[in-house]
């Protein structure tokens, strides 16, 4: 069996690009690489296109090691990965959507995010009008005696993102989910090109507001992968404690969400207690509750006092106290396992396909973690715990996130007793010519992938990958032979985002 | 759970007390709106929330109103599931070519008197994302925009000033029309 080692001798390495290689590799290799996909040897990190050429990330799970191998398509076509394998199968929609490059002998041609109200196909390719008419989205079929349809969407019942869903339930069982999203398609992509670092990086900020820090910090790392630039030990640190302020406030907020999702009120109301005591210590420390706009490629921009440890510190102290409590509540309140045990079981064998990060993973046996697996720094140097469950139902997703918010607390306060004076941030240097950089970090949700190029220091094109794309498909599979009534439960436990998928 | 409940009977409530040393803002904001929503309306004020393409941190300040410490219900402010229910828009978002229709048949599907507010710096102009082909830009070019509260997010506690700089702009309409 080859390795990633041998695939990436067989093509045309590119200069300048960090910190792992890529190549520009023929159709069979290309091939051959979406054969292992499908065999499982290599994960799907992602796949995205160019004006003429599209690209792909894999990873070898045993060792970690992650290349990108890109294929020039010269005839606007390429061989279709999610043929073989179906984690690709979005992406190549997409690819198609923005740059009008197709995947031969595709499973699925249908659009994805264009849903031709754009006034112009391909428009990061070459654009060509619109169609005058938008042809109807054709949903898969699903018949039998006694099925109906339910649409959901794009506008939900309550205060969530737009998408569209459509479910086929025989009474009140589901037969079929499908997804159809893109609402929220903003076309981050496009506006990343010709833009400066620092236009970037706020824009990266923004591809999906929960995980604004945990972007920032990804698109970050890329720019600076690509510059060949070192970050102050302080803004190092920094960094991780944002993210993992981040992380914090997160999972309490879904905890309790997931909970509120079974009725059970008191859970939601005194998580959502815990997210403000965390979203107030952000606020006072680093003067913006998200924490928005700190990170930028060379370190942070604001400094932490000594008033906002304090203030982080009497956060975490609140939390100390009352999260057990909670969390025995959680454990002890039959009526709310009876709704989240045995919920939404998501197969370890479809999580690992779809290489499935964050919690939907690791409560389904995938132990990836990006802090842990590509150990990049602080984290390489800090104590933690990567909880893993196997049952993969809604109840397991809800314990690792448990797990993870005691994780984080131990995080913060391994961080805060490192931080010692010295600078934030470094000068940014404009760069050589073309310099490329990829970066993978571990958001709250999962793994953040950014892929950038630059030329003369402006961005020529940046790609965004959320962990949601490989979430989302995973919520139409578990939902199958679940209650309609169950679905919002499965939906928050998974919680996809829509804006950073959309994009 | 008993423990808890046992608990909440002699812990503070969270809430924002009413005229509080360490937030005045909010406790004054609690009052005034409290006072002017009953005033002009008598009864609650129903918020139907809509992403019309937002980047989600928005949402995120939105649910923050219905934590303890905000707590909106206390002043007749809610928040409802179906436009039909609904007095207030809220629209967040730089409005996406794709969200365009579902936005306008919200707003058509929303009785009259109603009012839209727009919410965060994408709602006004597009904010940063504005130029993008597939974005439209403030929500005022698809349907009349009476308040907009400027953030990214806006901090839940400017929210509330805003509803209730439209409390009274709903006040003066009434009059004059
Ligand atoms: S205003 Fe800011 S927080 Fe709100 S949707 Fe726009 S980018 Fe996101």
Redesign the interface.
């Known amino acids: 069996m080859p390795s990633l080692i041998d695939l990436t001798l067989e093509g045309r390495k590119v200069g300048q690009h960090g910190p792992w290689p890529r190549v520009v590799v023929d159709a069979s290799v290309w091939t051959f690489a979406a054969s292992e996909l499908a065999h499982g040897r290599w994960s799907l990190l992602g796949l995205w296109g160019d004006p003429a050429t599209v690209h792909m990330a894999i990873m070898d799970g045993q060792t970690a090691g992650i290349a990108v191998i890109s294929l020039d398509c010269p005839n606007r076509r390429f061989p279709s990965v999610g043929r073989h394998h179906p984690p690709a199968r979005r992406l190549e929609r997409t690819i198609h959507d923005l740059f009008g490059l197709s995947a031969e002998d595709s499973s699925d041609a249908r659009p994805w995010l264009d849903h031709n109200r754009w006034g112009v196909r391909f428009p990061l390719g070459d654009r060509i009008d619109a169609l005058p008419k938008a042809t109807p989205y054709r949903f898969l079929a699903a018949e039998g005696d006694g099925l109906h349809q339910i649409p959901v969407g794009p506008v939900h019942a309550g205060i969530i993102e737009p998408g569209h869903f459509r479910f086929t339930a025989s009474g009140e069982t589901v037969v079929r989910l499908e997804q159809r999203l893109g609402y929220v398609h903003k076309g981050i992509d496009g506006l990343m090109t010709g833009a400066s670092l620092e236009r970037g990086v706020r824009l990266a900020g923004r591809a999906s507001g929960d995980s604004t820090v945990a972007y920032a910090y990804a698109f970050s790392r890329a720019a600076e992968a690509a510059l060949d630039l070192g970050v102050p030990e302080r803004a190092v640190l920094l960094r991780a404690l944002l993210a993992e302020l981040e992380r914090l406030a997160n999972h309490l907020g879904d905890i309790g969400a997931i909970c509120n999702d079974a009725s059970f009120a008191l859970m939601h109301a005194h998580c959502g207690v815990l997210r403000e005591s965390v979203l107030r210590a952000a606020g006072a420390a680093f003067g913006h509750r998200l924490m928005r706009d700190v990170i930028v490629p060379g370190g942070v921009v604001r400094d932490i006092g000594s008033d906002g440890v304090e203030a982080i510190q009497a956060a975490l102290d609140n939390i100390r106290l009352r999260f057990p409590a909670l969390v025995e509540l959680y454990d002890n309140t039959a009526s709310l396992q009876d709704r989240t045990v045995d919920t939404g079981t998501l197969k370890a064998s479809l999580a690992s396909q779809y290489a499935a990060g964050g919690y939907v993973g690791r409560a389904s046996g995938r132990s990836f973690d990006a802090r842990r697996a590509l150990a990049y720094p602080p984290y390489d140097s800090l104590r933690f715990d990567v909880p893993v469950l196997n049952e993969g139902d809604v109840n397991a997703r809800v314990w690792i996130r448990i797990r993870e918010v005691e994780q984080s607390l131990s995080l913060i306060d391994q961080i805060l007793s490192r931080l010692s004076q010295g600078a934030i941030r470094k000068e940014v240097p404009l760069g050589g010519e073309v310099r490329e950089g990829m970066a993978i970090v571990e958001g709250f949700r999962g793994d953040i992938l950014v892929w950038l190029r630059l030329r003369n220091g402006l961005i020529e094109r940046c790609h965004m990958r959320d962990p949601s794309w490989f979430q989302w498909p995973l919520l139409e599979a578990v939902i199958e032979n679940n209650i309609v009534a169950d679905f919002p439960l499965c939906n928050k436990s998974f919680n996809c985002s829509y804006s950073g998928h959309d994009l | 759970?008993r423990?808890?409940?046992f608990e909440s009977v002699f812990r503070q409530p969270?809430t924002e007390p009413a005229p509080s040393a360490a937030d005045a803002a909010v406790a004054e904001l609690a009052t005034a709106v409290g006072q002017t929503a009953r005033r002009r309306l008598g009864r609650s004020l129903s918020i139907r929330?809509?992403?019309?393409?937002?980047?989600?941190?928005?949402?995120?300040?939105?649910?923050?109103l219905?934590?303890?410490?905000y707590d909106v219900e206390r002043f007749g402010l809610r928040?409802v599931?179906?436009?039909r229910h609904a007095d207030v828009l809220m629209v967040t978002?730089?409005v996406?070519?794709?969200?365009?229709?579902?936005l306008e048949r919200?707003y058509h599907a929303t009785p009259n008197p109603k009012w839209v507010v727009a919410v965060g710096d994408c709602a006004r102009d597009g904010?940063?994302?504005a130029?993008?082909?597939?974005?439209i830009g403030g929500v005022s070019e698809v349907v009349p925009v009476d308040l907009h509260i400027p953030g990214?997010?806006p901090?839940p506690v400017a929210m509330l000033r805003g509803l209730l700089a439209l409390v009274e702009q709903a006040d003066t309409r009434t009059i004059t029309s």
């Open positions: 759970m423990k808890l409940l969270l929330e809509v992403d019309a393409g937002s980047c989600n941190g928005c949402e995120l300040e939105i649910h923050a219905n934590n303890a410490y928040f599931a179906s436009p978002g730089p996406t070519k794709n969200m365009r229709e579902a919200t904010g940063c994302f130029g993008s082909y597939a974005v990214c997010p901090t």
